[in-house]
């Protein structure tokens, strides 16, 4: 009597497990798209649901999502499902959040310097909600010109006397700025031998950076400046080099005048 017992369990536990795996198919198989929410107040395109019966909210900047078969959402077309950052996405199952994928500035149609497409779109879909028109990138940038802005300035420096330095500076701007520098108040390289500018576009799309290489002589202390120009307007930003002579270290008046840097 006791195998048959055993063989009973065994049977009524197989048959539950066919009804949860079957009612788990059931959930997604019988859809309903009268159920299906309508108007819903989106930031970003709408995408199927894990069952593709119903369109949803695609996630947005900093929302949940991934999970298993995606129950924790997707994420919109500019987004990755990452775990800190872009660089990381979540693996297959995984919960993340969406991140953009875009890091470059981009220029709407209303004027206004988004600092990504993504943040972009999210205000244009929220304007689009309202009734108003959407937001558009605008390719051209000349909706969105702006003057100058020093990202990363130069810094104070106490120079080794005949050692290879350089001073460096980043700037961003719409038309994209130029990068000038000035050593009390005369524009390098000018007549010195010793010393060069370099620039290049970058590192931003609409950033220039720019730097002073020294073959540091004992001219070389004074006041530096690195000025951002566009037609838009400038600015500067100034720092104190300072070079000191044998004499200087052997009496440590440089060293005491480099804390005060």
Known sequence: MFF?????????GYSLSQRIDTD???DCELCDKSACPTDLPCLAELVLDRC????????VLGERCGGPESVDGRC??????????VYDPVKEGGVGQCVCKSFDQVCGSDGVVYENECELKMESYGRVQRGLSAIEVDETDVLCLT???ITSPPKDAFLKLDSQSELSCEAIGRPVPDIIWTKDGEELPGNHINIATRKRNGPTKFGMTSWVLLNVSPNDGGTYMCKAVNSQGETSVSVTILVPTPEDMNNNSANDVALEL
């Open 24 to 26: 788990d198919r059931v």
């Open 76 to 85: 919109a077309d500019e987004y990755i499902c990452a775990g800190k950052s």
């Open 147 to 149: 003057p100058p802005f």
């Open 4 to 12: 048959p017992q055993l063989l009973l369990l065994a049977i009524v």
């Open 52 to 59: 593709s019966c119903c369109k949803v909210c695609a996630k």
